[in-house]
């Protein structure tokens, strides 16, 4: 999964390599499942949501530029796997999660692995989480209509919110990062994620 998905589509950063070599996939699918849980696409999870392609993972982790000081907030905790490896790279992680069942099966997952440093509160992310704040990277890992502001204001200096938006069936993966009073952003590539549902985000499942 690592040389031909990851590192052939351009990704080379070692501590990511690493961590992604080291954190067991099969144990983030649902049972019966984990024949494919290294396949180059997103698998079923339950609850209509699912875990993201290996390689999505990857870049995101990659463009939240970690060094392994950051203060990190995830929207979409999901199977608990982008939560894990943001674990592995980063000091904290706080991972949004609105369906309680996910959020309780990723707690025991986190908790098996011994991965103390990430923490799963059960709510609507699409306010982020200003407990914790400010944030040097802030991962929406479910696609939102246009990028919340609440979001944000809720990144440190030079933090960085990666999220795609647009449509419910096709977004933009987006960079945004704080530069003093203002915001750059930058357009990565085309993605499928499973709608942000939220106050900020779309309203309900069609
Ligand atoms: N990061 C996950 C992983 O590694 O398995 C994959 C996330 S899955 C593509 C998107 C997740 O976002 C789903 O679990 C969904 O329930 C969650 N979600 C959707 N809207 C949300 C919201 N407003 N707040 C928190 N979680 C939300």
């Not at 952003?185 to 900020?200: A, H, K, N, R, T």
Request: aromatic fraction near 8%; proline fraction near 7%.
């Amino acid at each position: 999964m690592v040389r031909w998905q990851i590192e052939q589509r351009g990704l080379h950063n070692t501590r990511l390599l690493a961590a992604l070599r080291e954190l067991p996939r099969h144990l983030f699918v649902q049972p019966g499942d984990e024949s494919f849980a290294y396949y180059d696409e997103p698998l079923p999870i339950g609850y209509r949501q699912t875990i993201s392609q290996p390689y999505i993972t990857a870049l995101m982790t990659s463009l939240a530029e970690l060094e392994g000081e950051e203060t990190v907030l995830e929207i979409g905790t999901g199977s608990g796997y982008q939560a894990a490896l943001l674990g592995m790279l980063a000091k904290d992680v706080i991972s949004i999660e609105r369906i309680p069942e996910l959020a309780e099966r990723a707690r025991k997952k986190l908790a098996d692995l011994d991965i103390t440093n990430v923490e799963v509160v059960v709510g609507d992310g699409t306010a982020g989480y200003s407990p914790g704040a400010p944030y040097q990277a802030i991962l929406v890992t479910a696609a939102a209509p246009s990028v919340p502001s609440v979001l944000l204001e809720q990144l440190s200096e030079s933090g960085r919110l990666i999220i795609p938006t647009g449509s419910r069936s096709v977004q933009q993966l987006q960079v945004w990062q704080r530069c003093g009073d203002h915001f750059d952003s930058e357009d990565i590539l085309p993605v499928v994620f499973v709608p942000l549902l939220g106050e900020y985000g779309w309203k309900e499942n069609p």
